[in-house]
């Protein structure tokens, strides 16, 4: 159940802040790189197991 909600996160902050166009990749972040940080961690966990 930890695994679902880790990739509920994932789809939660990704979409919203990354913006990727033809033209460059603009990371629109209004959060701290520590919850980008701890959200990689746990991503890295999963793929790990």
Do not use: C, Q
Not at 27 to 34: A, E, K, R, S, T
Request: net charge negative.
């Amino acid at each position: 159940m930890e695994n679902i909600e880790i990739l509920k996160r994932v789809n939660l902050i990704t979409p919203e802040n990354i913006h990727i166009n033809s033209f460059m990749y603009e990371p629109i972040l209004d959060m701290g790189d520590f919850e980008l940080r701890d959200l990689y961690e746990a991503v890295k966990k999963l793929v790990d197991e």
